[in-house]
């Protein structure tokens, strides 16, 4: 949907190294969700956050929710092989709404 | 609990047969959704059901019906299909309330050739 633009659309790391993705909203934000999804499988809920400010951690991804800029970033570090796939961010702007997907890979 | 379902996993088809994909949830969410996966395009809404009995169009909804059969099932119809409905489906349910988690089902990989 080109009301939620993410980026970059790929990225290719070494194991060990940090990556952000990026996903941004041309509408106001009530929500962010975000999803990891393996490939021929279905979704799986990372965290959602819901003010302005908001940071959330899970093992080693971090989100935070920058409401003035209608923005949130997901942060990994020090990836691993297993965090792999396609990132997806999410948000409820009519109805729930998808960006385009990330899709990393690690190298080991 | 099994979360959501959907069937079939596969399927190939003729341009011009139909099909209905099926889906069922067992966590007794009002609100359920069909999208389709493209590469490079994300997740696009096709249909949704806020609740029993009401259905309404998404982002891509031509070429589709639904049917909210009761309050755990949502099907989605394909009357003729085409080419263009090459896809990853998926169904998804959700809580009423807008801060809720939505719950996706393992896709249905549908091929029209």
């Known amino acids: 949907s080109q009301e939620l633009e993410q980026s970059p659309q790929s990225l290719i790391v070494q194991e060990g190294k940090n990556l952000t993705i990026n996903c941004t909203s041309s509408?106001?934000?009530?929500?962010l969700y975000w999803y990891k999804q393996k490939y021929g499988e279905g979704l799986i809920f990372l965290m959602m956050?819901?003010?302005?400010?908001e940071e959330k951690s899970h093992e080693k991804i971090t989100a935070k929710l920058d409401e003035k800029k209608q923005q949130s970033s997901l942060h990994i570090t020090a990836s691993q092989p297993s965090h792999a796939g396609i990132y997806l961010c999410g948000a409820v702007i009519r109805q729930l709404t998808f960006g385009s997907g990330t899709q990393l890979t690690v190298l080991p | 609990n099994a979360g959501v379902t959907q069937t079939p996993k596969f399927q190939v088809l003729k341009t011009g047969q139909s099909m209905t994909l099926q889906c069922a949830q067992d966590m007794n969410h009002n609100s359920m959704y069909w999208y389709r996966q493209d590469p490079g395009m994300g997740l696009r809404l096709i249909y949704y059901?806020?609740?029993?009995?009401?259905?309404d169009k998404g982002e891509v909804p031509n070429g589709y019906n639904v049917s909210r059969l009761n309050k755990r099932e949502f099907s989605l119809r394909l009357e003729s299909a085409a080419p263009s409905q090459t896809s990853v489906y998926f169904c998804?349910?959700?809580?009423?309330?807008?801060?809720?988690?939505?719950?996706f089902g393992p896709g249905t990989r549908l091929t029209v050739l």
């Open positions: 998804a349910s959700r809580a009423s309330g807008i801060y809720n988690e939505q719950f």
């Open positions: 956050l819901q003010k302005g400010g």
């Open positions: 509408k106001t934000l009530y929500g």
């Open positions: 059901s806020a609740s029993e009995g009401t259905t």
